[in-house]
């Protein structure tokens, strides 16, 4: 079964899409306050690496795949600056940005409820 174009090209919005927000979540989470500065530091140091001439491909030795190598850790620092924010405060900005039905792609679900450990002992009387 082949695919069509035009669900390709949907693909290529969708990624797109997703990227853009991605990036839009990145800044706003950036500038606010509340993020530790050590999280901070990690999409400064996927520009740094970005900007450094020193490489894991080589542009020159691998012409194409030394690029690649550069936006793969530049998108790798920007997912894991999500990902390191505290998840409140990237839930906070999502809804922000996209209203309550966007839900973070990137985090379980948060469930509220109330526990208790049962040992093996209490258990058997039961």
Do not use: C
Request: proline share 8%.
């Amino acid at each position: 079964m082949s695919k069509s174009p035009s669900s390709d090209l949907y693909e290529t919005a969708g990624f797109l899409g997703g990227l853009f927000k991605q990036i839009r979540l990145a800044w706003r989470l950036y500038k606010d306050g509340r993020v530790p500065g050590w999280v901070k530091l990690i999409p400064v140091a996927g520009l740094f690496y970005l900007l450094s001439p020193i490489d894991l491909l080589p542009d020159l030795m691998l012409p194409g795949l030394g690029e690649v190598d550069d936006v793969v850790m530049l998108l790798l620092a920007l997912k894991m600056f999500v990902d390191f924010s505290p998840s409140g405060i990237v839930r906070e900005h999502l809804h922000d940005l996209y209203g309550a039905k966007e839900a973070p792609s990137n985090q379980a679900p948060y469930i509220d409820a109330p526990y208790r450990v049962i040992d093996d002992e209490e258990q058997r009387k039961e």
